[in-house]
């Protein structure tokens, strides 16, 4: 088994040292990795891709930090039963066979992460901009309407 490094602890899909599968008789993750070189940075862009989600009065506010990723290489959608998709890829950087590299941080690949959104969303008038590699999506809140309370008076 040979030895790769987690880029980041908290990161439950980084690899590790300890390989759970090692061993298994049809192994297919250890196959899949041997045979496409690339798959291992992929799952590493997929995995961190950090999103955060807040919650002000007026609407629910995703922000996702895509350093050296084009608007035009980013999706955002909003699929039917209030699902919210962020999806891209991050381009890798060119090689020349002259190059010597001494360490590799930046991942590449494809990314995509889902967010089902709560029954207040406005899920038909999502709004997202993209500025100096932080990519921001709006969804807008529904106005909560208070329940109508009729009193009743009391006969008797």
Do not use: Y
Request: glycine share 4%; charged share 35%.
């Amino acid at each position: 088994m040979s030895i790769v490094r987690r880029s980041n602890i908290f990161d439950p899909f980084s690899l590790d040292v300890w390989d759970p599968f090692h061993g298994f008789p049809f192994d297919a993750f250890r196959s899949l990795s041997e045979s496409r070189p690339t798959f291992v940075s992929e799952t590493s862009a997929f995995a961190n891709t950090h999103i955060d989600w807040k919650e002000t009065p007026e609407a629910h506010v995703f922000k996702a930090d895509l350093p050296g990723v084009k608007k035009e290489e980013v999706k955002v959608e909003v699929e039917e039963g209030r699902v919210l998709q962020i999806s891209g890829e991050r381009s890798r950087e060119k090689e020349d066979k002259n190059d010597k590299w001494h360490r590799v941080e930046r991942s590449s690949g494809k990314f995509l992460r889902r967010f089902r959104l709560p029954e207040n969303a406005k899920a038909d008038q999502v709004k997202a901009t993209m500025e100096n590699g932080v990519l921001t999506v709006t969804v807008p809140k529904e106005e909560v309407k208070k329940p109508d309370v009729k009193a009743i008076e009391i006969s008797g």
